[in-house]
């Protein structure tokens, strides 16, 4: 989580969108740990006065075009509440969308911060309150969950339903990484026995009927 390491991410998001055929939408998360050695403090000083200006250089220079959000960890014992909203803060000064981690594994209040600062979406929201939830929706901030991780972690689901119930925005992702090695969002809800969630997340072939982008159906299942 140096800013050397940060940069080869990116550019690698970046060079990966030349060999896919879809469109990717990176994102910068030099807030995701505090390094050991240092502290909150000296991480959010770096991210804020090296890394982000480092980043904006590239994209102006022609690089790094498909970054564009800015994400950070926002936890308790991490990166608080208001080290998050001074990183995410810069991002977007810096013209960068706010997508974020937020309540996730303690209520902090995160996502009624990151309503205030005009966040595009957060992410996990398993421990949000209800005042979160009422400020997401006053915001039209969406609510991203990732139904990997709270199995995953066996953490309790998110309140998706009243979420939905109170009018905010709701999406669903895969949170793919090694630590939610799900293979697609449908998960296992074609599963004929429980079984078989053990052994294999997926069943997307069997469930997608029509891929949907910007309003306008690109892909539909022949039948």
């Known amino acids: 989580m140096n800013t050397e390491s940060e940069l080869k991410m990116l550019n690698v998001i970046d060079m990966a969108s030349g060999y896919l055929p879809v469109e990717l939408s990176g994102t910068f998360c030099g807030g995701h740990a505090v390094p050991k050695g240092t502290t909150e403090h000296d991480q959010t000083n770096l991210i804020v006065n090296e890394m982000i200006p480092l980043i904006i250089n590239e994209k102006n220079e022609g690089r790094l075009q498909t970054i564009e ?15 998050s909203r001074t990183i995410l803060e810069a991002g977007k000064k810096a013209g960068l969308a706010i997508n974020f981690h937020a309540e996730e594994l303690n209520q902090i209040g995160g996502a009624e911060m990151g309503a ?9 929201l398993e421990k949000v309150s209800d005042n979160g939830i009422r400020a997401m929706q006053k915001s039209g901030t969406v609510a991203v969950l990732l139904p990997t991780t709270a199995y995953m972690l066996r953490l309790f689901p998110p309140p998706a339903r009243k979420m939905i119930d109170s009018g905010v925005i709701v999406a669903l992702g895969s949170d793919f990484n090694p630590n939610a090695y799900c293979y697609s969002m449908p998960m296992f809800t074609d599963a004929p026995r429980w079984e078989h969630i053990i052994y294999q997340f997926g069943g997307h072939n069997a469930l997608i009927k029509h891929v949907v982008k910007n309003g306008n159906v690109v892909y539909s299942k022949q039948t």
């Open 116 to 124: 205030e600062i005009g966040a595009r979406a957060m992410s996990h």
């Open 69 to 83: 959000n800015i994400d950070v960890f926002c936890e308790k014992g991490n990166f608080e509440v208001d080290s």
